[in-house]
């Protein structure tokens, strides 16, 4: 990579964002991938790598890639960090950064979809209406006006390519 395309307040931002406060205690031990689980089964996911790219400016390789997805949330991690970086918190700062940059993974994408055009993420069966109404409980009907207009509102049709779209 170019050190031109380099961002050295890349580091800064992250720390400004909720959950990126610490990223930059970081002294790169690598405890963090000892214990891991999506390390196990994943390579491209490296906590001390994310975070030592971050630290180095690398904002688009960063951002635009999949790997800050990952990210389990299990706090493993976080439990062993001699340094209190809460990794799991970091990943989620640097999400956030992402999406308001516009990139966001695309099962994320996919989620904001299925809700927008669903108004769920599961689909309810006329078994699941026969199921509701013996147990008393109102149908679910197919219509998802009020979810459609809060994705109009949000801009959420935009990024989901949700039914309902001006």
Same mark, same amino acid.
């Given at each position: 990579?170019?050190?031109?395309?380099?961002?050295?307040?890349?580091?800064?931002?992250?720390?400004?964002?909720?959950?990126?406060?610490?990223?930059?205690?970081?002294?790169?031990?690598?405890?963090?991938?000892?214990?891991?689980?999506?390390?196990?089964?994943?390579?491209?996911?490296?906590?001390?790598?994310?975070?030592?790219?971050?630290?180095?400016?690398?904002?688009?390789?960063?951002?635009?890639?999949?790997?800050?997805?990952?990210?389990?949330?299990?706090? *493993?991690?976080?439990?062993?960090?001699? +340094?209190?970086?809460?990794?799991?918190?970091?990943? $989620?700062? &640097?999400? !956030?950064?992402?999406?308001?940059?516009?990139?966001?993974?695309?099962?994320?994408?996919?989620?904001?979809?299925?809700?927008?055009?669903?108004?769920?993420?599961?689909?309810?069966?006329?078994?699941?209406?026969?199921?509701?109404?013996?147990?008393?409980?109102?149908?679910? *009907?197919?219509?998802?006006?009020?979810? +459609?207009?809060?994705?109009?509102?949000?801009?959420? $049709?935009? &990024?989901? !390519?949700?039914?309902?779209?001006?």
């Amino acid at each position: 990579m170019a050190i031109s395309k380099l961002d050295p307040k890349f580091k800064d931002e992250v720390t400004k964002v909720p959950g990126g406060q610490n990223v930059k205690r970081c002294f790169q031990c690598g405890t963090c991938n000892v214990g891991c689980p999506v390390r196990e089964i994943e390579e491209k996911y490296n906590p001390r790598k994310i975070i030592r790219m971050t630290v180095l400016g690398m904002r688009e390789r960063v951002l635009s890639s999949d790997f800050i997805w990952l990210c389990s949330a299990c706090y *493993t991690c976080q439990e062993r960090c001699p +340094q209190d970086v809460r990794i799991p918190e970091v990943m $989620n700062a &640097l999400k !956030n950064l992402a999406v308001k940059e516009g990139y966001i993974h695309s099962s994320f994408a996919k989620r904001a979809e299925l809700i927008g055009t669903q108004g769920r993420l599961f689909p309810i069966s006329k078994f699941d209406n026969t199921k509701r109404k013996e147990l008393g409980l109102p149908q679910i *009907t197919p219509e998802n006006k009020e979810v +459609q207009e809060l994705f109009r509102i949000t801009g959420l $049709n935009k &990024l989901s !390519n949700a039914e309902g779209e001006e």
